[in-house]
RNA sequence: GCGGGCGUAGCCGAAUUGGCACAGGCGCCAGACUUAGGAUCUGGUGGGUUCGCCCAAUGUGGGUUCGAGUCCCACCGCCCGCACCA
């Protein structure tokens, strides 16, 4: 009889959420494990490259309950955002309604799968209960001077007509839909996350179980450098302005200054200047190239103002230019060029026919251009000879003293642009008096709901904007007329702090409990994309630090250990929607079972790397979970009662074997390998059962029951149907892990393999405890040994027992 | 350019510590069962072989070591991240 799973499935998907087996609270007398997968959009089809996460995620779920964990998994939504507003645009459907539609889609999709959740837990950033929160939360900021508005150029993206994050900036482009990102002057909404930047940075050093891969790319991202900023003033102008360098040490090898081409005072500069016409036409064609533009061109470019710097360290006049490879984002826009150690000044300054003075002594071979590396201090007056390190302080405390400069860091990151001109978020709650400026929604009056609109198009403002009962307001602090903001929040919000939330999803007064954040947090396992390491894993240290420092969470790091899934690969390219490239899990559903399909996601390759798509491999997975079914209802091979003998032992600590194993590959997520080990492990036990005496039952069911507690959390349909026909009793999903006895792991006797100059020559079966004095007696009385020693020297005799000898020879 | 990672069979991959290279799966070949097989089962799947074994092999070249897929150096190729960041 075949294996039913289209009427096991549904069975054990149902009694797993009416028997609440993975609902949990608080429980001191257990050991905690909270698990969570950064909670998707509710994007409604679930494809096999999906189905990947959700199985890791489950099967970790399953294993740590057995292993007698109080396990928290919770699921949520993700489910503010552009492609529920999109679609409300094309149809005219109600975001909450497309919104929620996918939800329930969603869910059907995960509980076919078998993964199991605490849903009395389940939460939805697009309800008022939620982003309630949101907002307090934002007020909070706003209080602390962590949440601030100004007028920026800022990332604007044409197509989705609402400005971005840096971060949600890839090449130049909109991260969602691709389209070439344009810069803005706009007034808009920051969260100062440069506030936090030395402890994002320094704490990554505590985030041991996270990949090297993340951590690097927060470090880069965050970007610190440290070096000095000092004062150049203009000559014949009473002008001055700042540059930041992390070669002071170079400073006397200056030859040119150069500013942005946004830079405030270029304005001043070049007017009346003898090069001023050539300067604004410069300036206005930079100005027009978006940011991928003038990367494209690769060239550097620029324009002499007309105007000469002074080096404040021996006073020589130096030409301003402005120049398209110096960036008004980064520093002060400004820099002092030293092409003899700088790449780029040397580039710039071969091209413009400018001085080139070198001040470190590059080495004696030194053929390239510009010398970026460390060396004594030349043509640099009171610096000659000094190291780089030394010749940094001596000119940093140089600086100080004149009062004209000091050593400062700079990092990269930028503040968090947090407002949308978009409707289906989170509302910002503030009010905007004349009289009393930006005033805060009083905390009573939260949520600030959306009200309905008529059209979800954006017309480079919010949708909301065009709501008067929504806009005109009294103003909470002087009772005037006022006007609501109507930029909502970037959803990247939403998810700084769900995780917190799950610990206490329903509080109605308070964002959460303390005490229930405490027991659960931190997250020990965290799974999700690696695409989030710059966004939503630096956001949410974030908040966790800001909810530190409110006294709400104990925590300074929110996500103990990080877990990145590899992408599922087809035709070359990650499987998604708008690839075209999806397969959908529903003809092998019908085929082969969620379990088929389980195991296959776990069996396709290492769980950190990308896995290529194979339309056969869910049958093969199927194929081993048939020939489990078959030998758990005794259509293959024999069994009868009889005696034990060695080869029922031998079978037993094969089984033990794969129980250490398996745990061990579980716990260091090798998760292909574990399952390769109970195929081993099938394999040996249908051998054992076609054998010619057939198998031992009392033998066979203890084998066949450790092997059905191992596959429960990767198999769970079949192997809870199995184990309830056994009789056994109990639900599956919480009897205990099974532990490996180490009698019987312990090989009695070990294949001693022997070596003649590091080629194997022979393999005897040895005593596991043989000693070195026996190893090597045994070895060099080898006969097939013997053959290769003949007429030679021994030379010497490497002996590893029980595993190996290598017999040296000349 | 800087940083991170990778390169093992026809394909996906295994090899926690330097110690029998290739577990497990896919594909393929042969056989069994069968009216039939795209089901299932058994065996095989680098080369040579006198069937005892022998030889070759982890991108390329070198090094360390009794011993290297693993460590070191150089090179080739691929993937990812950041990128005119001063």
Redesign the pocket.
């Known amino acids: 009889m075949a294996y039913d799973f289209a009427a096991i499935e549904p069975k054990w998907q149902e009694l797993w959420e009416s028997e609440g087996v993975f609902h949990v609270t608080e429980d001191e007398s257990r050991p905690k494990f909270y698990n969570v997968q950064m909670y998707p959009y509710p994007s409604g089809e679930l494809h096999m490259g999906h189905l990947r996460n959700y199985t890791y995620v489950d099967l970790l779920t399953r294993y740590h309950r057995m292993r007698g964990k109080n396990v928290l998994s919770p699921m949520g939504w993700d489910s503010f955002g552009l492609p529920a507003e999109n679609a409300a645009i094309q149809t005219g459907v109600h975001p909450r309604e497309f919104t929620e539609r996918q939800i329930v889609t969603m869910k059907a999709q995960l509980r076919r799968l078998g993964a199991v959740y605490d849903w009395t837990r389940e939460l939805a950033s697009h309800t008022p209960e939620y982003y309630k929160w949101d907002q307090w939360l934002f007020l909070q900021l706003f209080e602390r001077g962590l949440a601030y508005k100004k007028r920026a150029r800022v990332n604007w993206c044409p197509k989705d007509q609402t400005v971005l994050a840096?971060e949600q900036?890839?090449?130049g482009a909109c991260e969602r839909c691709g389209t070439v990102v344009v810069k803005r002057d706009l007034e808009q909404w920051f969260f100062k996350i440069t506030d936090y930047a030395d402890r994002l940075l320094n704490d990554l050093a505590t985030l041991t179980e996270w990949?090297?891969?993340v951590r690097?790319?927060q470090?880069?991202?965050i970007?610190r450098?440290e070096?000095c900023q000092f004062r150049m003033l203009v000559a014949d102008t009473d002008l001055g302005f700042e540059?930041?360098?992390?070669?002071p040490d170079t400073v006397f090898g200056m030859t040119f200054a150069?500013l942005?081409p946004e830079h405030p005072l270029v304005e001043q500069l070049m007017t009346g200047s003898d090069t001023e016409s050539e300067a604004r036409a410069y300036i206005e064609r930079t100005a027009r190239q978006s940011?991928i533009e003038?990367?494209a061109?690769?060239?550097?470019?620029g324009v002499f103002t007309g105007r000469f710097a002074i080096d404040p360290v021996n006073g020589r006049q130096v030409p301003i230019y402005i120049a398209?490879?110096?960036?008004?984002?980064?520093?002060?826009?400004?820099?002092?060029?030293?092409p003899g150690q700088?790449?780029?000044?040397w580039?710039f300054a071969e091209k413009y026919g400018l001085e080139i003075i070198r001040t470190v002594e590059p080495p004696p071979d030194w053929t390239g251009k510009a010398y970026t590396g460390d060396g004594p201090a030349i043509n640099s007056d009171f610096l000659d000879g000094l190291d780089m390190s030394e010749a940094k302080k001596r000119i940093i405390a140089w600086f100080e003293e004149q009062g004209i400069g000091r050593g400062t860091i700079?990092y990269?990151l930028r503040d968090w642009l947090i407002s949308r001109q978009r409707y289906w978020g989170s509302p910002i709650p503030i009010i905007i008096c004349p009289r009393d400026g930006l005033v805060p929604v009083p905390e009573d009056q939260l949520p600030v709901v959306h009200p309905d609109v008529k059209d979800y198009a954006p017309q480079g403002r919010s949708p909301l904007a065009s709501v008067p009962e929504f806009v005109n307001v009294e103003c909470p602090k002087c009772g005037g007329p006022a006007e609501r903001e109507t930029d909502t929040m970037d959803t990247f919000v939403d998810s700084s702090w769900y995780y917190l939330r799950y610990c206490d999803p329903h509080n109605e007064s308070r964002i959460f409990d303390p005490a229930a954040v405490r027991y659960w947090m931190p997250v020990d396992q965290y799974v999700g994309g690696?695409?989030h390491?710059?966004l939503h894993l630096l956001y949410a240290r974030f908040i966790t630090k800001v909810l530190h420092d409110m006294g709400l969470v104990d925590v300074e790091e929110p996500f103990a250990r990080l877990f990145t899934q590899g992408m599922l690969v087809k035709d070359g390219a990650k499987m998604s929607k708008s690839k075209g490239n999806v397969v959908s899990p529903d003809r092998y559903y019908t085929r082969y079972g969620a379990d088929a399909i389980r195991l296959f996601e776990l069996?396709?390759?290492?769980p950190t790397?990308?896995?290529?798509w194979?339309?056969?491999?869910v049958?093969?997975?199927?194929?081993?979970l048939?020939?489990v079914w078959?030998m758990g209802t005794g259509e293959?091979g024999r069994v009868a009662d009889r005696d034990e003998n060695p080869g029922d032992r031998e079978v037993l600590a094969v089984t033990h074997r794969t129980v250490?194993?398996v745990t061990?590959?579980i716990d260091?997520f090798?998760f292909?390998?574990a399952?390769?080990?109970l195929?081993?492990l099938?394999?040996s036990l249908?051998?054992y059962l076609?054998s010619d005496e057939g198998g031992r039952r009392a033998t066979f069911d203890e084998a066949f029951r450790l092997m059905i507690l191992m596959m429960a959390p990767m198999a769970p349909h079949m192997t809870h149907e199995l184990w309830e026909r056994s009789g056994r009793g109990g639900m599956l999903a919480v009897e205990a892990w099974p532990e490996w006895d180490p009698t019987l792991v312990r090989q009695e006797t070990?294949?001693m393999?022997i070596?003649v100059?590091?080629?194997?020559?022979d393999?005897i079966e040895v005593a596991a405890d043989i000693d070195a004095v026996e190893a090597e007696k045994v070895a060099l009385e080898s006969a097939?040994v013997k053959?290769?020693l003949d007429g030679k020297k021994i030379?010497?005799v490497?002996v590893?027992p029980p595993?190996?000898v290598?017999v040296?020879v000349r």
């Open positions: 840096n900036v890839v090449d990949p090297e891969r690097v790319m470090e880069n991202w970007g450098s070096g540059v930041f360098t992390t070669r150069v942005a940011e003038r990367l061109e690769g060239d550097k470019s398209n490879y110096v960036l008004m984002g980064y520093g002060t826009g400004a820099i002092m060029a030293v700088d790449d780029r000044d580039e700079q990269r690696v695409e390491a710059v069996f396709i390759g290492p790397d990308d896995a290529i194979n339309d056969n491999g049958e093969g997975t199927f194929r081993f048939d020939r078959r293959i250490k194993k061990e590959d260091r090798h292909n390998t399952v390769a080990a195929m081993g099938a394999n249908i051998d076609n070990v294949t393999i070596q100059n590091g080629k194997v020559r393999r097939k053959a290769h030379e010497k490497v590893r595993n190996l290598n040296v």
